[in-house]
């Protein structure tokens, strides 16, 4: 079975300062990694993703993530976070051809 | 383009009610899925589709039905409508297995 890990329910952090989301993941095979962002009473939005490569992956509004084989993560991050970037952040994995979530990170930027 | 679409975007149903939650896609994508949020518990599978005429159960597929008779369809249907299935579902697509999925607006539902 294949899971995704998301450890922290809420991330706070000033604007203009680095944001970092966490996510692990465990799969059996070479995994397809997510992340995807929703705002309020929105569906989720596609961010990145890591399929194989450069284990530094950029994608969307100046979000990257890095792959890390050994522990497993694929943790989210942003150098200079804005008060727009406040959402509720998903990590995916997808390892036998199904997409699994995490159960979801609220990242809060204040002003 | 209009992607994935879901409707409705809002619905009470009472209890042992049914409806379908429909979903149509306009970018020929093999693979659909349906998921279902609830606060702090991210999105479960309910079921999926590989293909028109393929469908299989995800992880919570108790209490729903999915058929897929075309690619730009997937319905989702309830039988008998239960509070446990009040929830915000989603609707998504992907044309890869292992590719980025699009998904709809979602549906609210509220079994009361």
């Known amino acids: 079975a294949q899971s995704v890990a998301q450890p922290e329910d809420q991330v706070n952090v000033a604007e203009g300062n680095p944001l970092t989301v966490k996510c692990t993941y465990s799969?059996?095979?070479?995994?397809?990694l997510f992340w995807y962002v929703q705002y309020p009473n929105r569906g989720l939005q596609f961010l990145l993703k890591?399929?194989?490569?450069?284990?530094l992956v950029k994608g969307s509004y100046g979000f990257e993530a890095e792959f890390n084989k050994s522990q497993t993560s694929f943790h989210l991050k942003k150098p200079s976070a804005l008060v727009s970037d406040s959402a509720l952040y998903f990590c995916?994995?997808?390892?036998?051809?199904?997409?699994?979530f995490g159960k979801g990170n609220q990242v809060v930027v204040i002003p | 383009n209009a992607g994935v679409t879901q409707t409705p975007k809002f619905r009470i149903l009472k209890i042992g009610q049914s409806m379908t939650l429909q979903c149509t896609q306009d970018?020929?994508?093999?693979?659909m899925y349906w998921y279902r949020q609830d606060p702090g518990m991210g999105l479960k599978l309910i079921y999926y589709?590989?293909?028109?005429?393929?469908?299989d159960k995800g992880e919570v597929p108790n209490g729903y039905n999915v058929s897929r008779s075309t690619t730009e369809d997937f319905p989702l249907r309830l039988e008998l409508a239960a509070p446990s299935q009040t929830s915000v579902y989603f609707c998504?697509?992907?044309?890869?297995?292992?590719?980025?999925?699009?998904f709809g607006q979602g549906t609210r539902l509220t079994v009361v």
């Open positions: 998504a697509s992907s044309d890869l297995i292992r590719g980025e999925a699009f």
């Open positions: 589709s590989v293909g028109a005429g393929i469908t």
């Open positions: 890591y399929i194989t490569g450069d284990n």
């Open positions: 970018m020929n994508h093999n693979y």
């Open positions: 799969v059996s095979g070479n995994p397809y």
């Open positions: 995916a994995v997808n390892g036998n051809n199904r997409l699994a």
